[in-house]
């Protein structure tokens, strides 16, 4: 009895003892754990930006449309039929070359008998010249004879109008577009025959508010971009309409384009951008330092602080807001909320937080740009 209760007394210890070893190594587990959780995470690395002064042009944008500085639809004025057709679709044409021709062979004939009554009228009216510096028949029968030749002149006259008509003609110098009549076709009158339009120099029509007016004046150099991203033309403002739309209470201006290449057609949709004479100065911060957020908008500025535990120096972000204004290129500018010189976090703003420790490494930072053209890969 007293030997079996010995061997309990002895298990009891050996469990005990297990049970202590197993707590005391879960303690020093614990302890380890709480002793690294003390310490503070490696510094988050940043790329950074200098908030800086810049020169930016002063800018009027508005959405514009083309019009050619002379545009028609060659149209017949007569009708008669086609018997020469003698453009090609899609060339430059000079002002005078022959576009179509329309049967004339009836009034050449009447021109030539026309012109021949003209002759034997002339010839009646200087015997009766002759006749009457002889005194021989009255001043009457001579203003008779005056009046028969200016009515064959004026006949003659008229036939020859009816065949330049039937002759078209380019009004100016211009591309033609699609050829609209064949040949043998009979036209009537105001028939459309082509389109022509005159396409360098261009007009760029476009609308800002009246509020603007007193910024524009001719002269004032505007660009105009059109579907290509790459292709910027400047130009010149030529006109200001005088009277304000009342419904929109907006001012039609005209700027003359620059347009050999030809790229530019009219009827197309531009984007026109008004350089003011005047630049501003702003505080711009690459765009992608802000962190963007319905209730407002912040940056992470870069700041020295010194560690409490070992009293050296590092770099901690705070969180600022700040109102921003108008957005150029890679920029931003920031209308308060920064001063000149401070540094901001450039890249992956949305991954920190106030208060963090960071490290500044620039080596892989991006270049920011006012006028970025990214590479056609």
Same mark, same amino acid.
């Given at each position: 009895?007293? !030997? ?31 002793? *690294? ?10 790329? =950074?930006?200098?908030v ?8 009027? =944008? ?7 500085? *002379?545009g ?18 899609g ?10 021709k329309q ?7 009447q021109?030539?008998?026309a ?6 009228a002339k ?5 009766r010249?002759?006749l009457?510096?002889r ?13 028969q ?11 020859? =109008? ?13 591309r ?5 009549v ?12 082509v389109?022509?339009q ?6 760029a ?9 007193p ?8 660009r ?9 033309i400047?130009? !010149?403002i030529t006109a ?13 201006? *005209? ?5 050999p ?13 008004v ?20 209730y407002?908008?912040s940056?992470?500025v870069?700041?020295? *602080? ?10 901690v ?23 000149e ?34 590479e056609?890969?």
């Amino acid at each position: 009895m007293k !030997k079996k209760i010995i061997i309990i007394m002895i298990s009891v210890l050996m469990l005990m003892l297990v049970v202590a070893f197993l707590g005391g190594v879960k303690v020093l587990q614990i302890e380890r754990m709480t002793a *690294q959780a003390r310490q503070s995470p490696p510094p988050e690395i940043v790329t =950074t930006a200098v908030v800086e002064k810049q020169t930016w042009e002063s800018l009027l =944008t508005a959405v514009g449309s083309l019009q050619a500085v *002379q545009g028609v639809t060659v149209t017949a004025e007569l009708t008669g039929k086609v018997v020469n057709i003698a453009f090609k679709p899609g060339t430059m044409v000079q002002a005078g070359d022959l576009l179509v021709k329309q049967d004339i062979s009836t009034e050449e004939a009447q021109l030539r008998a026309a012109e021949a009554e003209a002759a034997l009228a002339k010839i009646n009216l200087e015997r009766r010249r002759e006749l009457l510096e002889r005194k021989i028949i009255s001043k009457s029968e001579y203003d008779n004879a005056e009046t028969q030749y200016k009515q064959t002149m004026a006949q003659a006259d008229n036939i020859r =109008t009816i065949i330049a008509k039937k002759t078209i003609r380019a009004p100016f110098a211009g591309r033609l577009g699609i050829r609209l009549v064949n040949l043998g076709q009979v036209l009537n009158e105001g028939q459309a025959i082509v389109s022509l339009q005159s396409l360098d120099p261009i007009f760029a029509d476009f609308l800002l508010p009246q509020q603007e007016l007193p910024k524009i004046r001719p002269a004032l150099t505007v660009r105009v971009t059109s579907d290509d991203p790459g292709e910027v033309i400047e130009g !010149k403002i030529t006109a200001i309409n005088p009277q304000v739309d009342a419904a929109t209470r907006n001012i039609r201006i *005209q700027a003359t384009v620059a347009n050999p290449q030809e790229h530019l057609r009219p009827g197309m949709f531009v984007k026109v951008t008004v350089v003011l004479p005047t630049p501003n100065e702003v505080l711009a911060i690459p765009a992608t330092a802000v962190l963007y957020a319905p209730y407002s908008d912040s940056v992470y500025v870069v700041e020295d *602080q010194m560690n409490r535990g070992s009293g050296q120096p590092i770099k901690v972000v705070r969180q600022q807001f700040a109102r921003l204004g108008e957005k150029r290129g890679d920029f931003v500018s920031v209308v308060s909320g920064l001063k000149e010189g401070d540094t901001v976090v450039s890249t992956g703003v949305f991954k920190y937080r106030n208060g963090q420790e960071v490290a500044v490494d620039n080596t892989l930072a991006p270049e920011f740009k006012l006028r970025p053209r990214p590479e056609d890969n």
